[in-house]
């Protein structure tokens, strides 16, 4: 069993930055093992592939190159999303995601354990 929770969502305006914290409750050995990913749902949409972190690096979507950054602290079994440039678009709730294996992925159907989400609203 794993357990993931995130934070540090909020509301922000145009042009501001957040970062997000996921914890995950297992073993440090076994979350440095984990390929970790990001998601967000904005209301009537489809959730969404935002970011995900590996051993060997990380891959982003288009919409957000340039302006997030994934990172995770093994140590501390957190991971992050710093968000910058935050724009109307990117109002959603945001989840964090733990795959039980090694390759990055960008299907949430990859994924095999999952937080609550954490609201993220940008003003305009």
């Known amino acids: 069993q794993v357990q993931l929770v995130e934070s540090g969502g909020g509301l922000v305006q145009a042009g501001g930055s957040l970062r997000l914290s996921c914890s995950c409750e297992?073993?440090?050995?076994?979350?440095?093992?984990?390929?970790m990913g990001w998601f967000c749902q904005a209301p009537g949409k489809e959730r969404e592939f935002v970011s995900a972190?590996?051993?060997?690096?990380?891959d982003y979507a288009d919409s957000v190159k340039g302006r997030f950054t994934i990172s995770r602290d093994n140590a501390k079994n957190t991971l992050y999303l710093q968000m910058n440039s935050l724009n109307a678009a990117d109002t959603a709730v945001y989840y964090c995601?733990?795959?039980?294996?090694?390759?990055?992925?960008?299907?949430?159907?990859?994924?095999?354990?999952w937080g609550q989400g954490t609201q993220v609203t940008v003003s305009s």
């Open positions: 972190i590996n051993w060997s690096g990380s």
């Open positions: 297992a073993s440090v050995r076994t979350f440095s093992s984990y390929a």
């Open positions: 995601a733990a795959r039980t294996g090694y390759l990055r992925s960008s299907l949430s159907s990859s994924y095999d354990y």
